[in-house]
């Protein structure tokens, strides 16, 4: 994919409507950060809530036009959905929607945000393997925990139309990037050990091979990078970002990290040290990054760290 493929941009916007922490008393916008005021006839109403998923609402602007796409649908099925309610948030801009991958923190709230658009036949990118099933994380033979069916079905019934994208696949005019499957190549992201599935009666591990993200190209900053669970592996994403677009400068790297628990708390150190080398302007660890891995890198990267929030709107421009 040549860099002339992704079109620049001259500002991105990153609405988060679902993400794992809230925090309505931060006040601490900037020229980047505008957190929620979710006030209604001068009062405070209502709280953005926080869950265990993902779900943004991405605008670029380019020529002086500006473009809609909502990336992963948040958890609950009203979650999201009630975010954007309460944040005053019109979703009737929304051309296109991406998966970044099939598991339930990121469907959820598929119908209700979809609903939201008022559009039928919503295109929905994603990598075909994000349809496997069953899917479940297996901590031994007699105990396995299974995520919720994801189907094309379940798709079509929320109203969209599938596109399955195993290559990068460009977006909004070609402003975004759509990556598809990512090779692994760094020497110490291998994946998350427990996920099975089973295919014709034969279980396997899964490795999750529908994880993917998206990419946009920030005039004279470089690029931004958004990720769902970047279950490749973030360092391995970032470095699929700059192989594909053949752009090495990073703006901003957003999105979960997949650095919670035994499994993956040993590589925080390393996974910061590799980002520092690459030297984004901004990092923003979010949902399954983990409080372990979000507090250091804030220590290490003081001032390219950005604390995410549900209802935080991030602005590059």
């Not at 980047?32 to 209502?46: H, M, S, Y």
């Not at 909004?172 to 090779?183: A, H, K, R, W």
């Not at 490795?207 to 990720?227: C, N, Q």
């Not at 973030?234 to 790297?253: E, F, L």
């Amino acid at each position: 994919m040549a860099d002339a493929a992704l079109k620049i941009a001259d500002k991105v916007e990153i609405l988060t409507l679902q993400d794992n922490y809230i925090e309505m008393t931060a006040m601490d916008n900037n020229a980047v950060v505008t957190r929620a005021v979710p006030l209604k006839d001068g009062e405070i109403k209502a709280s953005i809530g926080a869950e265990h998923g993902f779900s943004a609402l991405v605008k670029v602007t380019a020529e002086e036009k500006t473009r809609t796409m909502l990336f992963d649908f948040g958890f609950s099925e009203n979650g999201a959905a009630q975010n954007a309610q309460t944040l005053g948030v019109d979703l009737k801009d929304v051309e296109v929607a991406a998966l970044s991958h099939g598991h339930s923190d990121h469907t959820g709230g598929m119908a209700k945000l979809t609903a939201m658009t008022g559009r039928t036949g919503l295109p929905l990118v994603v990598h075909p393997a994000a349809f496997q099933s069953p899917r479940y994380l297996k901590f031994s033979e007699e105990f396995k925990v299974y995520f919720p069916p994801f189907s094309r079905d379940m798709v079509r019934q929320a109203g969209l139309t599938i596109i399955e994208a195993e290559e990068p696949y460009p977006m909004l005019d070609g402003t975004v990037l759509f990556l598809g499957g990512i090779p692994h190549t760094t020497d110490f992201e291998k994946g998350w050990p427990l996920p099975h599935s089973r295919k014709d009666g034969k279980e396997s591990w899964d490795a999750i091979e529908d994880d993917s993200f998206i990419v946009m190209h920030l005039k004279d900053k470089g690029l931004v990078i958004l990720s769902g669970c970047a279950h490749a592996g973030i360092v391995n994403t970032v470095q699929y970002a700059v192989k594909t677009t053949g752009i090495d400068r990073i703006h901003a790297v957003m999105g979960g990290f997949h650095l919670s628990g035994p499994f993956f708390e040993p590589l925080i150190d390393r996974t910061t040290k590799e980002l520092q080398k690459m030297n984004p302007a901004y990092v923003i660890p979010t949902h399954c990054t983990g409080r372990k891995a979000i507090m250091e890198m804030e220590k290490q990267m003081p001032q390219q760290f950005i604390l995410n929030m549900a209802g935080t709107k991030l602005t590059f421009q």
